[in-house]
């Protein structure tokens, strides 16, 4: 494949990694993932710089979006950790500071303030 009609592919590599990012496609991204690896490893002539520029601006633009969907992601597990610790009871201080389990009352919702 010419080095021109790879740098295409790779384009559009790109572009459909961020549309399955947006569209919340995860398990898209594992394929398209080993696609843009195999684009990636062969070599190939370095475009002219307007090309490069628009490659280097769309792979960014698709780390920022991997970078804030890790970020959901870790917020949702935290959240989930949450829920998980107040449902199976806490924890409380006394006055001096002395830690004291807390069991939930069997049959309540918990909510958060």
């Known amino acids: 494949m010419p080095d021109a009609d790879r740098i295409t592919a790779l384009d559009a590599l790109l572009d459909e990694v961020h ?5 919340g496609e995860l398990a898209a991204l594992g394929g398209l993932a080993e696609r843009m690896d195999t684009a ?10 307007g090309v490069a520029g628009r490659l280097q601006r769309k792979a960014e633009r698709n780390r920022a ?3 804030a969907a890790a970020a959901g992601l870790r917020a ?5 950790r949450e829920i ?3 449902a199976a009871g ?5 006055g001096s ?7 939930a009352a069997p049959g309540r919702m918990v909510t958060r303030l």
């Not at 990636?40 to 710089?49: F, I, L, N, V, Y």
């Not at 806490?90 to 006394?94: I, K, L, N, S």
């Open 19 to 23: 549309r399955a990012m947006l569209a």
């Open 40 to 49: 990636a490893a062969r070599p190939m002539h370095a475009p002219d710089a």
């Open 65 to 67: 979006c991997l970078a």
């Open 76 to 80: 949702a597990q935290r959240r989930l």
């Open 84 to 86: 998980a610790a107040a």
């Open 90 to 94: 806490g924890c409380v201080y006394d």
């Open 97 to 103: 500071g002395k830690a004291r389990a807390v069991a």
